[in-house]
């Protein structure tokens, strides 16, 4: 379709024959041609609007994709936020696992002893009453031994006072170590910002000196990586994803290459894999893109496998033909795209979602009653099946019956489920394949956070460094184990580590421990 130019006079001659009912044959095209590019128009100040709004959420992020509150927005209604409950803030004593827990006995009294009240009674343990105490402190502290030194007047010769054996041989243990790299690469401070803060309790760490104790506690812990990586390559079922990321080392090649051809992106790619109810968070940082990565990872996974599950968005990038993957596509990007329009089209995306929004609820229903995959894939047939084949069947109508245009926003909303229909309802047809992509990005958050407040790395040295930190910390977190404590363990047995690293992984360390 293309802009009909109208001159003034032409479009007054027309306006005379319409009033006079006096048109001529060629009217007819005119006028068509005419409603064409007002239409088009139309479409492209649609358009428009809908690129604004999306530039608006990526620059102040989405405020909330949930359907009742879309649909709220659109009718006007007040937010019912207000009647939600809030939550005191507030910690019981069991949350702080990491707490020293220090037994109180009575003064005076036994477990067994009479009653000083009565005569007869006789007392008996009950539950602990508990209070917590919290102390502040820097993340690093520090202890200066002075020795003591005697000097003989006749020889000379002089006597220092020993350490004490509480003063270890290293001048940062393996706690400073493992704080460092929870607030480096858990947390996402800058190592700049962590001298800053130490300089000001008083107990300076300089920049240079954390990153030498980060890289040297890289050395002694990168077997568990690499073990990670390993067992993640085995699993039934593998989200990968993709975010920008800098290394000046990098960019400073892109600066002084001048082929055109040569690739110039730099990727952390989010790859969370899921086996038997257990995940894995990796990371991989460099020019190769997820889809790369994803056939690295699966080099080493194990022959006669059937293949894995590939959960990822519909981009090229994201897969490769290297290593056969059942492709899954991720059912929220398909529904994103009629969230970023329903300003514009109400009516048709609250339908679609509201649809989704139901899928959705019967697998929450799945998990609630913990389902067996094979149960799960039942449910989904019997109840999400027919929505999802109602569904498909009205996004061909919108198209077929031109009700909708194809290029209009909403037209190309809708051309993406259609293109990718198969791999967003695999779910339907295979077991465990998840709906959605959201546990991989919620990992990618962590590089994310690292790129936000760090900018970039320096070396791909230092990318690898950080992939490392944030894989093993992640994966901690999923699988509810205190990453302090697990890479402080790390450390003390690193040559247990090398020797057998499978036995040193968030989930099993601690049988090890016992027993070593």
């Known amino acids: 379709m293309k802009i009909k130019q109208l001159e003034m006079g032409e479009a007054e001659a027309l306006l005379d024959r319409v009033k006079d009912s006096t048109l001529i044959q060629e009217d007819y095209e005119l006028i068509k041609e005419f409603v064409d590019t007002l239409i088009l128009l139309d479409q492209a100040l649609t358009e428009k609007n809908s690129s604004i709004k999306r530039l608006l959420k990526m620059i102040f992020g989405h405020k909330t994709e949930k359907t009742k509150n879309i649909k709220t927005g659109l009718k006007k209604k007040t937010d019912n936020r207000k009647n939600k409950v809030k939550g005191h803030g507030k910690n019981g004593a069991d949350d702080y696992e990491g707490a020293e827990r220090i ?22 343990r009950q539950l ?32 220092t006072a020993d350490l004490p054996v ?7 243990d393996e706690a400073a170590s493992t704080m460092l790299a929870v607030l480096r690469y858990g947390s996402g401070l800058p190592l700049n910002r962590i001298a800053k803060l130490q300089a000001g309790m008083g107990v300076p760490l300089a920049p240079s000196t954390q990153w030498d104790i980060t890289e040297k506690m890289a050395d002694q812990i990168h077997p568990a990586y690499s073990e990670l990586i390993r067992q993640g390559a085995q699993s039934d079922v593998i989200h990968n994803d993709d975010t920008i990321m800098k290394i000046q080392e990098l960019l400073a090649e892109n600066q002084n290459n001048t082929e055109k051809s040569s690739r110039t992106g730099i ?12 995940q894995i968070a990796l990371f991989f940082t460099g020019r190769k893109h997820a889809g790369e990565n994803m056939a690295q990872l699966l080099a080493h996974r194990k022959k006669g496998l059937d293949p894995p599950i590939q959960m990822c968005d519909a981009l090229s990038r994201n897969f490769s033909g290297e290593f ?30 509201e ?48 009700k909708i245009e194809p290029n209009s926003s909403l037209g190309k909303a809708i051309k993406y489920m259609l293109n990718h229909w198969q791999e967003l309802t695999l779910f339907l047809t295979v077991e465990k394949a998840p709906l959605d992509n959201n546990v991989c990005e919620r990992s990618l958050k962590m590089a994310i956070l690292h790129r936000k407040n760090s900018l970039f790395y320096k070396t791909e040295h230092g990318a690898y ?47 090890n421990l016992k027993s070593s």
């Open 128 to 159: 602990p009453g508990v209070v917590v105490r919290i102390k502040g402190a820097p993340p690093f502290q520090a202890t200066v031994y002075e020795q003591e030194k005697l000097r003989c007047n006749i020889c000379e010769k002089i006597f």
């Open 355 to 402: 649809t989704l929004g139901e899928v959705y609820h019967n697998d929450a229903i799945t998990s609630e009653k913990g389902m067996t995959p094979k149960q799960r894939l039942h449910f989904h047939q019997n109840n999400s099946g027919p929505l999802m084949e109602e569904l498909h069947h009205w996004l061909d109508k919108q198209i077929d019956n031109k």
């Open 103 to 124: 037994q109180v006995p009575h003064s005076a009294l036994h477990h067994c002893d009479p009653c000083p009240i009565c005569d007869d009674g006789k007392l008996y």
């Open 324 to 353: 056969q993957t059942i492709l899954s596509n991720c059912l929220v990007h398909g529904r994103r795209n009629f969230v970023d329009v329903a300003n514009d089209f109400p009516e048709e995306c609250l339908y679609v979602l």
């Open 267 to 278: 990727f952390t790619t989010g790859i969370l894999s899921i086996n038997d109810g257990r």
């Open 166 to 172: 509480q003063a270890g041989s290293k001048k940062y």
């Open 465 to 511: 460094i950080g992939d490392m930190f944030m894989s093993l910390i992640h994966t901690c977190t999923l699988s509810k184990i205190n990453p302090y404590l697990y890479l402080t363990a790390l450390q003390k047995n690193s040559s247990a580590l090398f020797k057998n690293p499978h036995l040193w992984l968030p989930w099993n360390y601690q049988e």
